[in-house]
């Protein structure tokens, strides 16, 4: 099955304690679609400026992306320039130029209208920087303090299943008992105690990419299938900040994922 | 075989946003001993005052405890109230009377002296809390950020493993690949979600008890018998979360361990 995904293509310019890049590929639909590129079909729309080049495009024609929902519009591509502290944890954004990314309209080709599963990346960053500075996650919109009991009450707006990030210390992914059965207790991925964390910049989109890429890659969605998804998102998110922007994610093979998979389950297995 | 838990026993005051308890049995050496009661032997080493009452050695007797290191001493037992605000995640003291723990001498009685495991709980609590405001744990000893690059630098000042706590994200234990082979990846141990924490008081020191009760019951110390020690470890302090003070540690059966035990495994662990 296929995904699409919605989100920014931006030039990154990044300063971590490990060094610097500049004018790096990176924005949430690229992390994502190449995170979801080695599970299945993944299509992107976004939009990108004259300065554009082929070589970007072939960044994405070589993972098997459909890229024919890229827009190409005058003037040019959204750039991002940001730097983390010492605990990088926190991106401080540098400067934000919208470009492009402006006037974007999404628009979806109708040859991709049949796509099972939609990635919503960030569509309006200027807007989103602000909200998302002012806001603690999940907590925020169930107003309460508690993970466990803010996550039931996500669930109690509609959702059947909720994914809860914790940065270097993995996900928590939480079940509607209405979809799951009574006692369909929460389930936690790790996240890989990593010596030099180069760039965390697109971990979270790359988290997001595994995971839905190697659900819509099996066929049926179930809780073991999200269980396992949840530690394939981990296992792409722990590739991609080895890296500056997305070098590592362009050149994985099956083998990396499982070997770093297997790793991911003795970091939390019994024997 | 035994452990001996030296450090605090104190009656605390603990308001959290659940409610608030006065004067209830606390300290570092409680909460661990109590955890620890349930897997093997332990003893005691601290110090009370006049107002501790049979009453309060009973909590300790009753789970076979020795106290027969615990002195008595001319005042008031050491006292520490606090309280906690909306994340839980922080404790704010309002106030410590040190009492008669502020001359006390840790004294090993002659027949304590084969234990074969060793908890140190806080010794000068004023001192310690000083301290630790101001360091953000391993982090600091290491002088790194990178928590997998700390634990590797602390693991070369001699210990053959390191465990690191997460507080509600649970702990990860690091080995030293000269003691345990190389390629000894790390491994994480969930904490779990709960609906309501009511006190956190004590969580850490009942972590440190399930942990190092669990591994002396054992006899052998291996990886295996270390992570799921790490395993009874966020057990333990997760039944402490439930409930005011040691409400709940006072009460547990072998069956409610094993329960929660089970729990803990499905909570990471794939088909």
Chains 1, 2 share one sequence.
């Not at 300065?51 to 098997?64: E, L, P, Q, T």
């Not at 459909?66 to 010492?86: N, P, S, V």
């Not at 040859?111 to 200027?126: A, C, M, R, T, V």
């Not at 394939?232 to 590592?248: L, P, Q």
Request: glycine share 10%; aromatic share 12%.
């Amino acid at each position: 099955m296929s995904v699409l995904a919605v989100g920014s293509v931006a030039f990154d310019s990044i300063v971590t304690p490990s060094g610097r890049a500049d004018n790096v590929l990176g924005g949430s639909a690229t992390y994502f679609s190449l995170a979801a590129s080695y599970f299945t079909e993944v299509r992107i729309v976004a939009v990108v400026g004259e300065d554009f080049s082929s070589d970007n495009d072939n960044v994405f024609k070589k993972r098997g992306i459909d890229i024919r929902g890229i827009q190409r519009a005058k003037g040019k591509t959204f750039r991002w320039g940001g730097h983390y502290l010492e605990n990088l944890n926190e991106a401080k954004t540098d400067f934000t130029e919208l470009n492009v990314f402006e006037q974007f309209k999404p628009r979806i080709p109708p040859e991709y209208k049949d796509s099972q599963f939609l990635f919503l990346g960030n569509i309006h960053p200027s807007l989103q920087t602000t909200v998302r500075s002012e806001m603690d996650g999940v907590r925020l919109l169930a107003g309460d303090n508690s993970l466990a009991r803010a996550a039931r009450k996500v669930l109690d707006m509609g959702p059947q299943a909720l994914v809860v990030k914790h940065g270097e210390y993995g996900a928590t992914i939480f079940f509607d008992e209405g979809t799951f059965g009574s006692g369909s207790h929460p389930f936690r991925a790790p996240a890989l105690p990593i010596e030099e964390v180069k760039d965390p910049t697109g971990a979270g989109d790359s988290f997001a990419g595994g995971f839905m890429g190697y659900i819509a890659a099996q066929g049926e969605l179930n809780r073991e299938v999200l269980k396992r998804a949840l530690f394939y998102g981990g296992v792409m998110g722990s590739f991609t900040v080895e890296r500056f922007g997305t070098e590592r994610l362009q050149s994985l093979t099956k083998d990396d994922i499982e070997a770093r998979f297997q790793i991911f389950r003795e970091l939390t297995h019994l024997e």
